[in-house]
């Protein structure tokens, strides 16, 4: 049967039974269909759509299959999509099936892409070199939430560094923000490095 159905079924046909399959319940469809749809590249779509179902419903066990047959970048992706929505639960669920080099990697991308209630989950895992990464970058692109999200969490060197970065950066929202938690010393260092 299986034979049959790959000579078939398309990704797109697969991808359409596979959310039939989470709607369904179905562990042995899932089984059946989540090894159909590997022809991407980075993130499989059909899996990742899959995924944010089956997490929102809860469907641990649907999740764990999904898990088994996908690649990390395609679970980094539906996380990335569940947390941008709000979806906490959800995100959570997933973050539970990710290795702590997954855990930091996706804190660099909820940075980049200014996914605020992700990088809050993620932050108190991080280590300070992470942090700073996070805050340069975000401060470097001018989001000032996930900027203020993190500020909890960094030291003194890592909002001096933040500061120069949105002052070359003329990001001045956060310019503003970071130069209430900096000394004198750090705001004119920060000045005379974007000169």
Request: charged residues 25%; glycine residues 4%.
């Amino acid at each position: 049967m299986t034979k049959l159905l790959e000579e078939k079924c398309d990704p797109t046909d697969v991808g359409r039974s596979l959310k039939i399959a989470v709607e369904n319940n179905s562990a042995d469809m899932l089984h059946l269909l989540a090894p159909m749809t590997g022809v991407y590249i980075k993130e499989d779509p059909y899996i990742v759509a899959a995924l944010v179902q089956a997490a929102r419903k809860d469907q641990v066990a649907m999740v764990d299959i999904l898990v088994q047959y996908s690649d990390q970048p395609t679970v980094e992706e539906a996380i990335l999509q569940l947390s941008s929505n709000g979806d906490i639960a959800a995100t959570k669920l997933l973050l539970e099936k990710c290795d702590i080099v997954s855990t930091k990697h996706l804190f660099v991308k909820a940075t980049e892409k200014d996914v605020v209630e992700l990088v809050e989950i993620l932050l108190e895992q991080m280590d300070t070199s992470c942090i700073r990464w996070a805050l340069m970058t975000a401060s470097a692109n001018g989001y000032i939430g996930t900027v203020k999200s993190m500020l909890h969490k960094c030291d003194s060197t890592s909002i001096g560094c933040a500061l120069e970065v949105a002052v070359h950066k003329r990001e001045l929202a956060v310019v503003d923000v970071l130069r209430e938690r900096c000394d004198l010393t750090s705001i004119c260092d920060a000045i005379a490095s974007a000169m």
